[in-house]
């Protein structure tokens, strides 16, 4: 510790990066610090510090993270009770760019693996951004004293140090967590897809805010639709569970449909405490589809929606930089079931028309037509496929004849209207001859090369956005896969592809196989084996969203 006030004693008012020499390892009264790699400038990407402590320093009893469930809640809190005192603790603002400034990588509302806390029998470690500050090209050492003497130990008491600290908000935190998990465990046993428990709080501030709309309407489970499950903490909660098969959520305009939908989407997450929808869960493979104009497909079978193309352009291999509403939204769901996905989430808003239904008219009308709906295999995908849906209209009837369950949302209100409108639905749509089947164990081939930009001496890899990834010379363009949360997400999603090409460049076991390896690997060792030095800003993605990033490069 003195050690370093006095390297900063002697390094004030020199240049910027003259700052290089404080890496190293500090000891300080009640943790380590230690700084792995300091910035060029104060207008570069933050230094990046991390502090260790030990099982007696710290004082979180093993039993808080004595599984990989309760590990993430754990380190997941510990994250946001840092990010909070930061928020109160850090002045900022101390010189020029970002001088001044303590960051660490966060979660929104649903509770990712990261690496930004991490947490096991011999140490807590916490990663975090450290901006240090400048003026100009010169060093400002004693604010900076300030921020690692002063600031710094204010921080590590507030988030990290729980010794003689009450524990209820922690274990509330991951018990919530771990009932969220246990929800999603069930659904198999209630033959059910999702879960929304009754008291659940949808709506969301507005679209760019994913906070609770405070004075929204609480969820309300249909009489029909109602079940009661266990939980280990919160012990017998009810709730509306949508059963297996295909479900038709209806109603009118801005009564709810797209909030429910969203909800769902969301619940192959856990969610914090207060979030509103930490009782809501779906199966984990559940996958939004939707139609995505302009996107590249990749050697995708999409015969079984779309039969040859006009100049005899075969389908079941298809390429394209260019898909239209119909070609991608078809492509989209053939990639969902090579994840091996068991339901399919369907809003008519986002869908293109002429890929859900065609009605007898326009049969009659244009008779070579080469899309088959997705109304005339929705069924088939479940009763063969096991593949359930769920999908929001509110233009279209005819979809009521071929679902199983139909729910309506009237003034925020849930109702199972599924006698009512079978009866008015009729006969269902004839089945169509000549049906492909659906592919089977595709051994896709995609080239994961990553090559640098010029004047580059090595390719980068980098989340721009939270959905736009930049892969070396390549721009992979998410915006359409709407279960991405995350920047660090989206950064690890590069860093995979990456790592496969290095570890696994001819994808012998196919691309599927051989990206699921990968994760697989990262459950295991953690998101460390991506980097090649310590950093704290990934975050887990699925398979689903992986495979995406793959399946967009163009």
Not at 253 to 280: C, M, W
Not at 396 to 421: C, H, K, P, W
């Amino acid at each position: 510790m003195e050690t370093l006030r006095t390297l900063l004693q002697q390094i004030d008012g020199r240049g910027y990066k003259a700052y290089k020499q404080l890496r190293g390892i500090y000891n300080f009264k009640k943790f380590q610090l230690t700084i792995d790699h300091v910035q060029g400038d104060p207008f570069a990407q933050p230094s990046r510090i991390s502090i260790q402590l030990s099982p007696d320093q710290h004082g979180i009893p093993p039993e808080l993270w004595d599984n990989r469930v309760r590990q993430t809640a754990l380190e997941d809190f510990l994250g946001r009770a840092v990010h909070v005192a930061s928020r109160r603790i850090i002045k900022g603002g101390r010189g020029t760019g970002h001088s001044g400034d303590i960051e660490i990588a966060v979660n929104g509302q649903q509770v990712l693996r990261r690496n930004a806390v991490l947490i096991d029998t011999q140490q807590l470690e916490a990663r975090l951004l450290f901006a240090l500050p400048g003026s100009g090209r010169s060093i400002l050492a004693e604010e900076a004293a300030v921020m690692f003497f002063d600031e710094l130990p204010q921080l590590v008491e507030a988030g990290l140090i729980w010794t003689q600290r009450s524990l209820n908000t922690m274990q509330r935190h991951i018990e919530q967590v771990e009932d969220q998990e246990t929800l999603r465990d069930q659904l198999e046993q209630l033959n059910a897809i999702a879960f929304v428990a009754d008291g659940s709080l949808l709506p969301r501030h507005s679209g760019t805010d994913d906070y609770p709309l405070i004075d929204g309407v609480p969820f309300k489970s249909p009489p029909e639709l109602k079940r009661e499950v266990i939980l280990p903490h919160q012990g017998v909660i009810s709730g509306m569970a949508i059963p297996k098969g295909v479900s038709l959520i209806v109603g009118g305009g801005f009564h709810g449909k797209s909030t429910l939908l969203q909800a769902l989407e969301r619940g192959i997450y856990n969610h914090i405490p207060g979030d509103g929808r930490e009782r809501v869960a779906t199966t984990a493979s559940a996958v939004k589809i939707r139609a995505e104009d302009h996107r590249v497909i990749n050697q995708v079978d999409i015969s079984p929606f779309i039969s040859t193309l006009p100049g005899n352009r075969t389908t079941n291999c298809f390429s394209t930089d260019n898909a239209s509403g119909s070609t991608s939204q078809a492509a989209n769901i053939i990639e969902a079931l090579e994840c091996h996905c068991k339901c399919l989430l369907i809003d008519e808003d986002t869908s293109a028309t002429n890929f859900m239904i065609r009605d007898q008219r326009m049969q009659q009308l244009v008779q070579q037509e080469p899309i088959t709906p997705l109304l005339y295999r929705i069924r088939e995908l479940y009763e063969t496929e096991g593949v359930s849906s769920i999908i929001v209209t509110g233009g279209s009837g005819d979809f009521l004849a071929v679902a199983d369950r139909i729910i309506m949302m009237d003034n925020y209100q849930t109702f199972d209207v599924t006698e009512t409108a079978h009866n008015l639905a009729g006969d269902k749509p004839p089945a169509r001859t000549n049906r492909v089947p659906f592919p089977k164990n595709q051994q896709r081939q995609i080239n994961l090369t990553i090559k640098p930009l010029p004047r580059q001496r090595e390719a980068k890899i980098q989340a721009r956005e939270q959905r736009l990834l930049e892969y070396g010379r390549k721009r992979i363009d998410l915006s359409s896969v709407e279960q991405l949360l995350d920047r660090g997400q989206t950064e690890a999603i590069g860093r995979l592809m990456a790592w496969c090409h290095e570890h696994n460049q001819e994808q012998k076991p196919g691309l599927i196989a051989t990206l699921q390896q990968a994760l697989l690997q990262v459950e295991k060792q953690g998101l460390d084996i991506l980097l090649p030095w310590k950093a704290g800003h990934l975050a887990m993605p699925r398979l689903y969203e992986l495979v995406a990033a793959v399946n967009r490069l163009r």
